[in-house]
C-alpha cells in the first residue's frame, strides 16, 4: 500500500462524507472508527478479490478451515501493523484532531470463541495468509460471542457480549449468495430410471447468508477470508400468510434465527443440545454447499475436487462435513456411494484437541434422528459398513468394534465418524499424539498408521510479541534486525548475547515497563496496588479442574499460613495474577473462581501478608485482555495434570514474552523443556506415565494428606471460616467421592513437588541476572512455536498444498 497522506486523507473524507455526511475531522471518535475500518475493509475486500482471483486462474488448490470458533480479538491494530501502515494513520489522524490509540480503544474484541481451539484458528488464519496460502475460515457469525464476565461479591456472572454493535463494520454481507439448510421432517425415497433419489419432506429451512472477515497477512499482497454464517427465515412464506397463518409463520422467524444468535460458552465438555448441532449443522450444510457450488462454477465438473481443495474439521464440533459431504455428492450430483466416499476421504482432515472422555462429542440417536433424518441415513450407512470391515480385520472382538464404531449405545459417536472417513488425523502436541495413537485411538492407529500424524500447535507471535509488546519487538528490532519479523527462528540470534549484561539490563527494563502498564490496568480495575519489584506469576486460560487453578490457589493458601505462623518465613514477594472464565453451568469451576477471590481479599488486606503476596483476579479475560497481561508476567503457570493439556497456546505466548514457565509435562510443555533446556523451565509433579499408575493403583488422598500437616492445614482454611466465604465442596471434591474419584486431577498428589518448585523459581528470581538470562532464553527458543511452522506443516504433510 504505502500511500501519500494526502491521498489516505481525501479516501477518509469521501467515506465520512457517504456515511456520516461530514467531514473526516468533524467526525466523533465512534464515527471516525467507522470511517477508518470501513476504509480498511474497503481496501481488504479489493485485494482479496485480487488475490484469490489470481490464485485460482492458476488452478491452485485451496484449504477450508472448518471451526464452530474463531476467536479473532480486535481487528484494526492488526490489519494496519499487517499493511506496514500504522504510523502513516497516526500521522494523518493526529493531522485530523485524531489519535489513533482512541480508534483501537473502541475496537471490540470479536470473541467468537471459547480458547484455545478458536484462537488457534485465528492465528492459522493470519499465519497461512502471511505464506500467501489460499485459505478460507467458515464458521457462525453469532450474534453474541462469549459472554462479558463480571464478579460480583466474587461469584462469576455472565452478561451478553453485542460484539456486533461496533463489530459489524468490519464484516461484509452478501445477500445473493445465500444457501439453504434444512432441518427435521422425514426422508421421501423413490427410483427414478434406475437410479435411487431421495428429498425431505415436512422440513423446516432456514437461510444462510454469508458474511466476510478479511483476514490479513504481514508483508505480502495475499488477503483471505473468514466467512460466517446467519441464518435468517426464507423469505416470507407468502401461502402461510394468504391462509391467515401469520403466527406461524413468524414463529418460524424466530426459529430461524435463534440458530446463529449466541456461542454456546462451553468448553472441553460436551452437552448435547439440540440448538448446538443445528449450529454444527448449519456451519457444516452452508458452507459446504457454496464451495461445492464455487467449485463447479469454475472447473464444471466433480471429477477433480480432491485435487483442487482440502476441508479441514477443526475438533469434531464440524464432524457433519462427512455425511454431508456424502449428501451433497450422492444426492445432488448423483454420485455413486462408492465414488463420494472416496472423494471425501481424499477431501477431508481432522484435528482432535482433546482426550478427555467427557470432552469427545456425541449426540444421541433419538436427537441426530429427528433434526437430521437424511444425514442420519447416510451416517447409519457409513457405520454398517465400517462395522463390516472391521469385523474382517477384528473377527469377533466386539467390544472393540463397539468402541470403534459411529453409532452404539444410542449414540452417534463424532470422533469416530471422522476417524472413518478422514485421511489424515492430527494431534496438537508431540505427547497429546503420542496419548491419541498409543490410546484412544490407538485401534483405527493399528490398522492404518500412516493417516496419523503430530502438528504442534503454534500462535501468530507478530500478534503476541510484536503487536502487543512493542516495546520488547522494537528493542528486538533494534539489537537483531528485522529477520524475525518474517522467521521465528530468527530470535535464536538472541542466545548471543545471553552474556551481555547490558542485554540482560535492558530486557529487565522493559519487562518492569510493561509490569508497571499492568499494574496501572490493575489499580484501575481491581483497586489494588501492586509492586513492580514483586514477581509477575501469571496463570491464564478457561477455569477448569484439569487446569489446577485450584493448585495454585492452596499453594497461596499455603504461603499464606507459613507467614501468619513466621513473621520471618523468607518469601519473595509476589503477585499472583489469575484470568479465567468458567462455562456458565460448570458449578465447580465457578466455586474455584469464588475461591480465588475470597483468598485475594484475605491476603491482600492480612497485616502479615499484604506487603509480600497479592493475588489479583482480572475479570472478563479475553485476546485484548490477555494482550496486556502476558507482557508483564515473569512466571507462566502451565500447571495441568500430566496428560489432560492437549498442547496449550498461552504457554507459548507467555514464552516468547520472556516468562519462564513453571509447569507440569504436559501438551507443548514437553516440547518447550526441549527448546530451553532444564535449566530454563521449572518442571514439576507427576508424569503422565505415574498418573496412569496412581490411578490404576487406587489413589488415596490420605496419604499425601497425612504426610503433610501444611497440607492439612490448607484443605482446613477451605470451611474453617478464616476466608470471607466456606468451600465445602471444593474440599469436598479434593477429599471425598461425592463428585466422582477424590481429587481426580491429583492436586494433592503433585502438592508438594509444587510447593519446592515455586520455592526454586522463586529463589532463582532473586537473582537478576540468572532469571534475566532464562528470560531471555525463553524468547530465543521460542522460534519453534511459530503458526507459521504449525501451518507450513498442515499444508505440506496434511492438505497438500503448493507453494
Ligand atoms: C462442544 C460441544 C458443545 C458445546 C461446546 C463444545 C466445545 C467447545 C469448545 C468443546 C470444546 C471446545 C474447546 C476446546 C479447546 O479449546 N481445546 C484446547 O485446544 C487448544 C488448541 O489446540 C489446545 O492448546 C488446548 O490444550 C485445548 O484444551
Not at 190 to 212: M, S
Not at 334 to 347: M, N, Q, T, V
Not at 485 to 513: F, G, P, R
Request: charged fraction near 25%; proline fraction near 2%.
Amino acid at each position: 500500500m504505502p500511500l501519500p497522506t494526502f491521498e489516505l486523507t481525501y479516501k477518509l473524507n469521501e467515506i465520512s462524507s457517504r456515511l456520516f455526511s461530514i467531514s473526516f475531522n468533524n467526525t466523533t471518535d465512534i464515527q471516525a472508527y467507522k470511517v477508518v475500518c470501513t476504509y480498511i475493509k474497503e481496501l481488504l475486500a479489493k485485494k482479496q478479490t485480487e488475490f484469490y482471483n489470481s490464485q485460482i486462474k492458476k488452478e491452485k488448490k485451496q484449504v477450508y478451515y472448518m471451526s464452530m470458533e474463531f476467536l479473532v480479538g480486535t481487528s484494526l491494530k492488526n490489519n494496519l501493523f499487517n499493511l506496514g501502515v500504522e504510523k502513516l494513520f497516526f500521522k494523518v489522524l493526529s493531522e485530523n484532531g485524531k489519535n489513533l490509540n482512541d480508534l483501537y480503544a473502541l475496537d471490540p474484541d470479536a470473541g467468537l470463541g471459547n480458547g484455545g481451539l478458536g484462537r488457534l484458528a485465528c492465528c492459522y488464519m493470519d499465519s497461512l495468509t502471511t505464506q500467501n496460502f489460499v485459505a478460507t475460515g467458515f464458521s457462525i457469525r453469532y450474534e453474541f460471542g462469549i459472554f462479558k464476565q463480571k464478579i460480583i461479591d466474587g461469584w462469576q456472572m455472565e452478561f451478553p457480549d453485542n460484539w456486533l454493535d461496533k463489530g459489524e463494520v468490519w464484516l461484509r454481507p452478501r445477500e445473493d449468495d445465500a444457501v439453504y439448510v434444512s432441518f427435521g421432517g422425514e426422508t421421501e425415497e423413490w427410483y427414478e430410471n434406475g437410479h435411487f433419489k431421495t428429498k425431505l419432506k415436512n422440513c423446516k429451512t432456514v437461510k444462510a447468508i454469508p458474511y466476510d472477515m478479511f483476514i490479513t497477512g504481514y508483508n505480502t499482497k495475499a488477503v483471505n477470508k473468514l466467512v460466517l454464517w446467519s441464518a435468517v427465515v426464507p423469505d416470507f412464506d407468502m401461502s402461510a400468510f394468504s391462509r391467515g397463518d401469520y403466527l406461524r409463520s413468524l414463529e418460524q422467524n424466530t426459529m430461524a434465527e435463534v440458530i446463529s444468535k449466541v456461542l454456546y460458552p462451553a468448553d472441553d465438555h460436551t452437552e448435547g443440545k439440540r440448538l448446538r448441532l443445528k449450529q454444527q449443522y448449519l456451519l457444516c450444510s452452508a458452507s459446504l454447499q457454496s464451495i461445492v457450488n464455487f467449485h463447479l462454477k469454475k472447473y464444471k465438473t466433480l471429477s477433480n475436487i480432491e485435487e483442487k481443495i482440502a476441508i479441514h474439521i477443526n475438533d469434531t464440533h464440524p464432524a457433519l462435513c462427512v455425511p454431508e459431504l456424502m449428501r451433497i455428492f450422492m444426492d445432488e450430483h448423483d454420485l455413486s456411494w462408492d465414488e463420494a466416499f472416496l472423494k471425501c476421504s481424499k477431501i477431508l482432515t481432522y484435528t482432535n484437541h482433546t482426550v478427555m472422555s467427557e470432552a469427545l462429542e456425541k449426540w444421541s440417536v433419538e436427537l441426530f434422528k429427528t433434526e437430521l433424518p437424511r444425514i442420519y441415513k447416510i451416517t447409519e450407512e457409513i457405520n454398517r459398513r465400517l462395522v463390516k470391515y472391521l469385523s474382517d480385520i477384528y473377527p469377533n472382538d466386539y467390544k472393540k468394534i463397539d468402541y470403534m464404531s459411529v453409532i452404539s449405545d444410542g449414540y452417534v459417536k463424532m470422533y469416530n465418524l471422522c476417524l472413518s472417513c478422514c485421511h489424515k488425523i492430527n494431534g496438537v502436541s508431540a505427547l497429546h499424539t503420542k496419548i491419541l495413537t498409543e490410546g484412544i485411538f490407538k485401534d483405527y492407529y493399528n490398522i492404518d498408521n500412516a493417516r496419523f500424524l503430530n502438528v504442534t500447535n503454534g500462535i501468530a507471535y507478530r500478534r503476541w510479541l510484536c503487536q502487543a509488546n512493542p516495546n520488547l519487538s522494537n528493542y528486538l528490532l533494534k539489537l537483531l534486525g528485522p529477520g524475525f519479523l518474517t522467521d521465528c527462528n530468527a530470535l535464536s540470534e538472541l542466545k548471543n548475547h545471553k552474556n551481555n549484561k547490558t542485554v540482560l539490563t535492558d530486557l529487565y527494563t522493559i519487562k518492569q515497563q510493561n509490569k508497571a502498564a499492568l499494574a496501572k490496568y490493575i489499580s484501575q480495575n481491581n483497586g489494588i496496588k501492586v509492586d513492580i519489584n514483586s514477581v509477575f506469576d501469571v496463570q491464564i486460560k478457561r477455569l477448569h479442574e484439569y487446569k489446577r487453578q485450584l493448585l495454585n490457589v492452596l499453594h497461596i493458601l499455603y504461603l499464606y499460613i507459613r507467614l501468619k505462623e513466621d513473621k520471618n518465613f523468607h518469601i519473595t514477594p509476589k503477585t499472583f495474577i489469575f484470568g479465567a472464565k468458567a462455562s456458565a453451568g460448570y458449578i465447580m469451576a465457578k466455586q474455584i473462581i469464588s475461591l480465588i477471590n475470597s483468598a485475594a481479599e484475605l491476603i491482600n488486606n492480612s497485616p502479615v501478608t499484604k506487603d509480600l503476596i497479592k493475588v489479583v483476579f482480572l475479570e472478563d479475560y479475553r485476546v485484548s485482555l490477555a494482550e496486556k497481561i502476558i507482557p508483564a508476567a515473569d512466571i507462566s503457570e502451565q500447571i495441568s495434570l500430566a496428560g489432560k493439556e492437549a498442547s496449550g497456546t498461552g504457554n507459548m505466548k507467555l514464552m516468547i514474552n520472556g516468562a519462564v514457565t513453571l509447569g507440569t509435562l504436559d501438551g507443548a510443555n514437553v516440547e518447550i523443556l526441549k527448546c530451553v533446556g532444564k535449566n530454563n523451565i521449572y518442571i514439576f509433579g507427576n508424569t503422565e506415565k505415574q498418573v496412569e499408575e496412581i490411578l490404576s493403583s487406587g489413589y488415596n488422598v490420605f496419604n499425601y494428606i497425612n504426610k503433610n500437616p501444611y497440607l492439612k492445614q490448607v484443605l482446613n482454611m477451605l470451611v474453617s471460616g478464616e476466608l470471607n466465604k466456606r468451600f465445602p465442596d471444593i474440599l469436598d471434591s479434593l477429599t471425598t467421592n461425592k463428585y466422582g474419584i477424590a481429587d481426580r486431577f491429583l492436586n494433592l498428589a503433585d502438592f508438594d513437588s509444587y510447593v519446592l518448585a515455586q520455592e526454586e523459581i522463586s529463589r532463582a528470581y532473586e537473582n537478576k541476572e540468572k532469571f534475566g538470562r532464562m528470560s531471555l532464553m525463553n524468547i530465543a527458543n521460542a522460534g519453534l512455536f511459530s503458526a507459521d511452522r504449525s501451518v507450513l506443516e498442515y499444508a505440506f504433510n496434511i492438505w497438500d498444498l503448493k507453494r
